[in-house]
């Protein structure tokens, strides 16, 4: 893949941001040198390596990787026989605790009895090798530190060490209560120069203290004086520091054995944790953004569903729809400028690019990309002052490299094409570039405002017009993308609206030839269409996705529709809803009282006002089937619903029969009849529905809303 479009299309942006989800430093280089691919198989290998990482983040939390440093050349040192300092040592230490974390880590799959992924492998190679990391730990507590109990022989050394110490600072401590040898002394301390304990005496006092003289103060006053009394212990003190030193290098050089012993699987295990902080680094950077996994092709098929551009702002950024390649593989955008045809256009360059690097890009799921050898865009101000080219020259440039590499496995991107120009000349251009690689075979997203190519467009087969929706009303894009229509730059709506005279806007429209408007109010007729169709077909769906809600089975209670209606007057409730219930085919038809206060009260009884729902069982025909009153009764038994049992025949009776006081509901209650006998179908018909409200409305005295 050509670098100049990772620039162009800012997938370094995408790096640095994925690389700040990485730990180790091998891990964030990975991300850096990130590239897409174009083997499929390689591709779908690490889109599902970062889809395993995204299900085990969402299920088990985040895994640290922050222990995880290079550890090679110390490896490499061991294989020569040569020995680690304490920095080395405990930093093979950090390595092997994260490898205790994600070892840790897997187990909490394995005691799930999750099912293995692509991940398994990898972390069943890891070693935490415990006793090595133990024993570190054990004789090393810093940088700067050896345990006094890293070896016996340390362990003597230093608690002589500590005696000769005391002996040290008596002897001195004597020295300083002296009246006469403190009236030498600049101050009453013990100081260490060199190593070696002395006292602060006075330049002039020097011959009154006999001893070493290690060092002086910057001013030449004050000399730090060894006194001959503790010189022999000083010199103890400094032999048993060099056999201290000794015995360190020697547990250094024990330990350094004991983990080249294990170089190997250390070797392994920094590897295995690398690739694993680079797979959850991916992982984590898709959960910021709510990625999936794409679909790929050989095709050059590019469906992408819901996309949105993943360095604009999530809260505002609006997703597009987008598809090229299948029925066209030439796709032109227009509409007004700031309407959003270059975040299209970059947004589908760059979820290519992050979909061929192992990246989930943000859009929907059943999203599809092709896999392009190479991806082409002329994007952005190209002017070069320093190689003295136009804006058009420099973008000419780019195009006749790109003519030179293109082929049937390209995508190629451009905005704006042949702009910066005569307007007709440059139209002409376009469409005779856009036609040699339309032959070629490529994949071609153009963004436009030149006329000539929309009706290129509807003129041929393969390519497609496609616009930026924006609402005039407002002056304001919606930032959508609708494909198969042409679309307006609006010039004269937004003219008038931002206070442009109407004899100016009505002179311009005059110099526009006939055909030309002809073809704009074409344009306009064919976007209020399709808004109406579009509007509609919404509504459609609406309807559909609520009949199959009521139509849903979870196994234990038969289909059935649950019809629900509000009483609105006389019981004082505030609305009605409609939802899916789980009640048999006998009980077709419901009513939802809403109690006072906005609670909702349904058939499961929850946050019912006043201490329960009252179920009235109500049957259309002169004598109650007693199978749907008992079906009732143990329906509410079940979910713990007060109810009560009163069975009313179809002459009906007053309101004063829905009184449910005595069952603790203050202002409203559930009523349930059977399915009106007008229909033998699995679903009530509508007779079914209008006979139910009529037989509701005798006992209610009350008009019922259907919801």
Not at 30 to 49: F, G, N, S, V, Y
Not at 240 to 245: D, I, N, P
Not at 408 to 435: H, K, N, Q, W, Y
Request: hydrophobic fraction near 35%.
């Amino acid at each position: 893949m050509n670098e100049k479009v990772l620039h162009t299309l800012e997938y370094n942006k995408i790096l640095d941001q994925l690389t700040e989800y990485a730990f180790s430093a091998d891990a964030k280089s990975r991300c850096q040198k990130l590239r897409p691919i174009t083997d499929r198989a390689q591709i779908e290998q690490l889109q599902q390596q970062t889809s395993d990482a995204l299900s085990r983040l969402f299920k088990y939390g985040s895994l640290s990787f922050s222990g995880v440093t290079d550890i090679r050349d110390s490896l490499k040192r061991l294989e020569i026989g040569g020995a680690l300092s304490a920095i080395e040592l405990l930093r093979v230490c950090s390595l092997l605790e994260s490898a205790k974390r994600a070892k840790a880590f897997a187990r909490s799959q394995d005691d799930n009895d999750q099912p293995d992924d692509s991940l398994t492998s990898l972390f069943a190679g890891i070693e935490p090798l415990t006793p090595l990391c133990d024993e570190i730990r054990r004789c090393i507590l810093s940088e700067d530190e050896i345990a006094d109990d890293a070896s016996s022989t340390l362990h003597s050394i230093r608690r002589s060490m500590r005696g000769m110490n005391d002996k040290i600072r008596a002897q001195m401590n004597s020295m300083i209560n002296n009246t006469t040898t403190r009236s030498y002394l600049q101050d009453t301390v013990i100081t260490m120069r060199d190593g070696r304990y002395c006292l602060p005496v006075k330049a002039e006092a020097k011959s009154l203290v006999p001893g070493m003289i290690h060092d002086q103060s910057s001013t030449g006053s004050t000399l730090f004086i060894e006194p001959m009394a503790v010189v022999n212990l000083n010199n103890e003190y400094k032999e048993l520091q060099l056999r201290e030193q000794e015995e360190i290098e020697v547990i250094l050089a024990g330990l350094s054995n004991l983990t080249a012993s294990y170089a190997t699987q250390l070797l392994a295990d920094y590897e295995l944790l690398t690739e694993l902080d680079f797979i959850f680094a991916r992982a984590a950077f898709a959960q910021t953004y709510n990625g999936v996994a794409p679909l790929f092709n050989d095709d050059g098929r590019i469906h992408i569903r819901k996309g949105r551009h993943p360095l604009l702002d999530p809260k505002k950024v609006v997703p597009i729809d987008v598809r090229l390649g299948e029925d066209f593989r030439l796709l032109i955008v227009t509409g007004p400028n700031t309407g959003g045809k270059t975040v299209s256009l970059k947004t589908v360059g760059l979820l290519t690019l992050m979909g061929q690097s192992g990246l989930h890009i943000p859009a929907s799921e059943r999203s599809e990309l092709g896999i392009f050898d190479e991806v082409f865009a002329d994007i952005g101000d190209e002017q070069s002052i320093e190689q003295s080219l136009s804006t058009f020259s420099s973008h000419m440039v780019n195009i006749i490299r790109i003519l030179e590499q293109v082929n049937d496995r390209s995508l190629v991107l451009f905005d704006e094409l042949c702009a910066g120009t005569d307007p007709t000349e440059g139209a002409a251009l376009a469409i005779s570039i856009l036609s040699k690689l339309h032959l070629y075979g490529a994949r071609i997203m153009a963004t436009t405002h030149y006329s000539e190519l929309k009706v290129y467009a509807l003129s041929t087969p393969g390519v497609e017009n496609a616009c930026c929706e924006f609402d005039v009303a407002t002056l304001s894009p919606t930032y959508r993308l609708l494909i198969g229509i042409p679309g307006k730059s609006n010039a004269f709506a937004i003219s008038e609206k931002l206070g442009l005279p109407s004899d100016l806007i009505t002179d311009a429209k005059g110099r526009i030839s006939k055909s030309e408007g002809d073809f704009e109010d074409l344009i306009a007729d064919l976007e209020k269409s399709r808004s109406t169709i579009e509007r509609e077909q919404l509504e459609i769906n609406q309807y559909k996705a609520e009949i199959e809600s009521l139509k849903e089975n979870d196994g234990t209670w038969l289909n059935d529709v649950y019809y629900v209606f509000g009483v609105q007057e006389e019981l004082g409730c505030r609305g009605s809803k409609v939802a899916a219930a789980r009640i048999q085919p006998d009980v077709g038809i419901a009513v939802d009282i809403t109690p006072a206060h906005d609670y909702p009260c349904d058939l499961e009884g929850s946050n019912v006002v006043g201490g329960g729902v009252g179920i009235k069982i109500c049957d259309p025909s002169i004598v109650c089937d007693e199978d749907v009153v008992a079906l009732m009764e143990s329906c509410c038994e079940k979910e713990q619903i007060k109810y009560q049992r009163e069975v009313i025949d179809k002459g009906g009776t007053d309101a004063s029969s829905m009184n449910l006081s005595g069952v603790g509901v203050r202002t409203g209650g559930v009523v349930v009849v059977t399915r009106y006998p007008h229909s033998q179908s699995a679903v009530a018909s509508k007779e079914d529905i209008d006979g139910g409200v009529d037989l509701l409305n005798t006992f209610c005295k009350s008009e019922l809303t259907f919801c």
